[in-house]
Each structure stands twice: as C-alpha cells, then as structure tokens.
C-alpha cells in the first residue's frame, strides 16, 4: 500500500488529539506541558509531509523554527513552574486556583 | 520499504504518546515521550529529511527533555508521587468532543479517496544540510534573525525568573 500525504495528516492528526486529550485530562503541570510539546512535534510532522509534497525545503526551515519556539517555551514555562513550586509547593494545577477563589 | 517504516515509527509514535497520558508518574510520562520523540524522529526520516531527524533527537529528545527530567527530579516530592486524582466526572463529555469531531472529520476523509500521493521521489539535494542551510540563510533570513531573538528574550526570562527572591539587577 502507498503511503500518501492523508497518512501523514492522519497521524500527525492522532497525534495531536492524544496531546490535547492529555493537557486536559492531567493534573500535573509537568505532564501538561510535555503534552503541548507533543501537539507541537504534531504540526512538525504536518510541515515535514507538506514539504515532501511540494518538494520545497521551506516547510523544514519551519520545523526549525519550532524546535526553537518549542525549545523558548519548554525553558520559561519550566522556569515559572520551578518558581510555583518553590513558593506553593505543588505542581498539580487543582491547587493553584488562587485568582478563582 | 517507505510503507513499512511509516508504520513502525507511526505506530510507535502513537503508543509513546498514548502512554505518556496514560502514565500517572511524572518520570515514566517523559520517558515515553523520549520514545515517542524518537520515533517521531523515524518519521521525519521516512519523510526525506535526515537533517530534520537529527535535530529532533538533539533537540527534543535530548535537549528539552533533559531539562524535563532535571527539573522533575528537582521538584521532588509531589510530582513523583504521581497525581491524587483526575478531573471532575462531570467534565468528561466535555473533553470527549473535540477528538470525536476531529475523528469524524478523518473517517470522512478517508472514506471521500481525496488521498493525495506524493511524487516518486523528491528533488535531488531536499532536505540535506546544505538545502536547509541556503533556504534558512537566504529565502528565510528574516525568520530566521526573529526567532534568534525569541531565543534570546526566553533566555533573559529564564534567567530572571529562576533567580528567585533575589533582587533583579535594574531594581
């Protein structure tokens, strides 16, 4: 069977729900941005596809670019969540609803 | 050949994401993400890029889950005790309802035969170092200076931020 561009789309679009499915579900704010970081390797592999498609290298300079964002995010976001921690002494979400109460 | 590895590292992807989720320790969640991160490096591979599947290892599946790592075995504790409980009951349908739609719009697809199929084989030089490296230093060198200040910036605040209680230089 021939793998076509709709095989690409179709995983990298399971891959994605799984990633969304998992930011919701998980209580862990560690686990919820390792689920951001995998929607985001979704829409690399949905670059990666488009440009196999076209035959143009512009979709891989895009790939590049969002390991950089994925890479500037994973740093502050861990950063933030070093310093909840280091005041409220939890990571899980379900405690830190202090602007709700 | 092409089929058989999109399967594997596809298959493979899936099952790491899928038990990232799945997985109620911190710890084992990022080792399954290394996992999945690696077989997502497979596909970009499949996909006619090895630069591309390098970076992923060095990048993600190194670099970013280093840090991942580092910082769970730095928050002790909590985290590796895994989580206390999930969401609210309630909430589930909720949560239901964007996969189902996306999963429905799949299976209509997939049912439409609007496969697109790629060419035979891409164009000579795509996706090596050198094909990369004159698209990122001619075509997209704007992008390319923007997103080395957004890599600067994440620096500054990932240094001001982890410094802690400690005055801050201009205060």
Redo the contacts between chains.
Sequence with gaps: MEITLTHYLVLAGLVFITGMVGFVVRRNALVMMMCIELMLCATNIVFAAFARLHGDGGGHVFVLMNFAVAASEAAIGLAILVEIYRRRRTVNVDDLKTLME | M??LL?WFC?GM??LG??M??LQRS?VV??VW?VF??IS?AG??A????P??AV??VL??AG??MV??LF??M??Q???LE??????PAG?WPL?AV??VA??VL?IG??RSD??????AS??AG??TVE??A???LG??LL??EL?SI??L???I??LA??R?ERKLPWK
């Design positions: 092409e089929g999109f596809g992807l899936l994401g899928v990232m989720v911190a969640s990022a993400l999945a991160f997502a596909i970009f499949v996909l006619g890029g630069f591309l970076m992923q990048v993600y670099a970013i840090l991942f910082v769970i730095m928050l504790g909590p985290v895994g989580e206390r409980r999930l969401m909430l949560v964007p996969p996306v999963l799949i697809y997939l609007a496969t697109v199929a790629f060419a891409p164009p795509f996706g094909s990369v004159g698209l990122l075509r997209y992008a390319f997103i957004v890599l910036v994440a620096l605040g990932a931020l982890g802690g």
